[in-house]
């Protein structure tokens, strides 16, 4: 047979696998040649498995595949960051608890058909994604613990008899971000690649939204180019409308006893855009902060000297009789928040208030 000839009943044997294909359902844009070809992102086919749920593969292949395809069950999962118990009881953060994930399956499947290969051998390893969560990354030392990033049970594994095997247990760290998920599946062999890929994780406490930038009745400290964190304000749903009310009354107090000039109070740090881990200052991915992780909590400052810096703020000082009043309208009925005694900062320099209405539950 000449060239020519061979060319097309290749390409006639291609097109009728095509039409084959497209007729169980598997979509053109995952046809490829073995050993050169590209998965975009997304290729996916539901099937049943004896024994098995339902199963949707996800092939965010990165590069060329010989073969067989790195896969998950789905393209990104949601945890909660783990909030870790201390080995003192006084310190332990509220709502302390790990949380887990083990209903990713990862596999190998067919390049062409999509089902699950058996007997594979298939690695994942997870990587925070610079910048996420509220971390800027230039603003923080290295050395994560994988207490911080989390971690999984297994990272190499077997796909076993019906492909459907590897399901290892992922364990949140306390620190929110994005988690890379890099895939590698193996040929037969154990040794040679196969194919790359990356699915990903998202750590974090779903909900939370920033309070106003700019209020009439309160201003921001923390938001600066010179904090480790510059977007530090983020709150629960049913937390927000406190906040602003604590600000409006105390403005309105302020009238009422015709103060002038006026205090607008200070709202310090709340939660980051994720949630997790708070490290304030320090960047070291650990507390001072043991809470600040909900957004149920945020600190009030009561005096214009920074908290320890000995800078002293533009506008009037606090009084006692200031902050007595900020207590009450704080505890009020109208309001309800509690004062706790963080310990990390001294309380003549701020107020920590948190919402004991919160509907976070571990």
Known sequence: MSKDGAKRSLMTRLWVASILLL???????????????????????????????????????????????AAASTPLFIIRPSIITASDPTKTPRHAKTYTNQSTIFGCHDLLTLQPLPNRRITVEPVRVPNTGGHPESNHTSGRSKTKDGEYDRTDGNTGGDGLQ???????????????????????????????????????????????????TYVFEGNTASNVHQDSHWVRTETYPKVLQLANAFFAEQNINNRDPKIYIRINDASLVWGGVFEAKTGNWSPPHSSHRVG?????DNTIEQKGSGTVLDGPDWTQKDREALLTIARSSAIGLVKINEGTIPEESHYHFRDPYSTYRP
């Open 166 to 216: 590897f399901r290892p247990t992922y364990t949140s760290g306390e620190v929110a971000g994005e988690i890379e998920l890099k895939l590698t599946c193996y040929k037969p062999d154990g040794i040679t690649v196969s194919s790359t890929g990356s699915v990903f994780a998202h750590v974090k406490v779903d909900g939370l939204i920033p309070l106003p930038d700019i209020y009439p």
């Open 23 to 69: 007729a169980l359902g598997v979509p053109l844009s995952v046809l490829a040649q073995e050993g050169s070809s590209t998965m975009p992102m997304g290729g996916s086919r539901e099937f049943n498995a004896i024994g098995q749920e339902t199963v949707r593969w996800h092939s965010p292949v990165a590069g060329n595949t010989q073969g067989a395809v």
């Open 296 to 300: 149920e909590e945020f600190d009030v």
